[in-house]
């Protein structure tokens, strides 16, 4: 009798730990399901947000340069003795800047369960006299981008707006929600006349129960950079029908930007 009650008890102990082992498995797997990611994430030290794509548009509108291109050999390559990658190294050596306007394409992704992009702000990091060393004249063919979101350098306090409601900072009434792996792309339109001017981008999320700052930078891994409109530059070009670039006169190139310009 007490070796079948012993028996029991062992079934008995084997049976409610097999229960339990059970009911763990399943409460950890609900848990994972919904929580895991998010922690390993944390544990790793995943941020929650992700910049997948940064590109800024050079193709369809004028820019400038801070110092004019004088070195006989680079200014063979920006003549068009060289690939379209040499002559944008040595623009972006120069400082290239698009002229007025700089269009911005940023796409971010989500690393969490659940966050919130709750505020982008440019922060001007650098402000100095508009680019005079050159101005790089584009023809007018390119087809218009079409802008979401847009900010004003020359402003005190410099903010993200739409055209539905211009006057007001498009964050302080909506955010954007991501889950993960969820993409939204914003195209941005930050225009600067004032001045020649360095910046990146400041993102305010919530994930994770609190909240973080991120900042997103260029593409080539500097800041952003746009310049208003000098009365004369040092140099002007236009597009080469063989390539490259080619020199302008001042008139042809004012006339072609359509901007006063001292002209």
């Known amino acids: 009798m007490a070796g079948r009650w012993k028996a029991m008890r062992a079934w008995l102990a084997g049976l409610l730990g097999a229960v339990l082992v059970a009911a763990i498995g399943t409460a ?42 004088t070195d006989p050999g680079e200014r063979a390559v920006l003549l068009g ?27 971010l992704a989500g690393n969490r369960s659940s966050l919130r992009i709750i505020d982008i702000t440019p922060r001007v990091l650098t402000r100095k006299p508009v680019s005079d060393g050159a101005l790089f004249v584009y023809s007018s063919e390119g087809v218009a981008q079409t802008i979401e979101l847009s900010a004003d350098l020359d402003e005190q306090a410099p903010r993200f707006t ?16 991501l889950k993960r792996d969820d993409p939204v792309t914003l195209a941005m339109s930050i225009t600067g006349s004032a001045a020649y001017y360095e910046f990146d981008l400041q993102v305010t999320l ?8 991120m900042t997103i930078g260029g593409p080539d891994g500097r800041p952003f950079r746009v310049s208003g409109i000098a009365d004369r530059y040092r140099a002007y070009y236009g597009i080469s029908a063989l390539g490259g670039w080619q020199p302008l006169s001042r008139t042809a190139a004012c006339a072609e930007v359509k901007k006063a310009m001292g002209c």
Do not use: C
């Open 162 to 177: 739409n055209a539905k409601n211009p006057d007001t900072s498009y964050f302080r009434k909506q955010q954007i929600d």
């Open 81 to 107: 003795a060289g690939s379209g990658s040499s002559r944008e190294a040595i623009m972006r050596s120069h400082d290239w800047a698009p002229l007025g306007t700089a269009d911005v394409t940023v796409v």
């Open 206 to 213: 919530l994930a994770d129960g609190r909240t973080e700052k």
């Open 28 to 69: 950890f797997t609900v848990w994972f399901e919904a929580r895991g990611p998010d922690a390993v994430d944390r544990i790793s030290g995943q941020r929650p947000l992700t910049v997948a794509h940064v590109a800024v548009d050079y193709a369809t509108q004028h820019t400038t340069l801070r110092r004019p291109v």
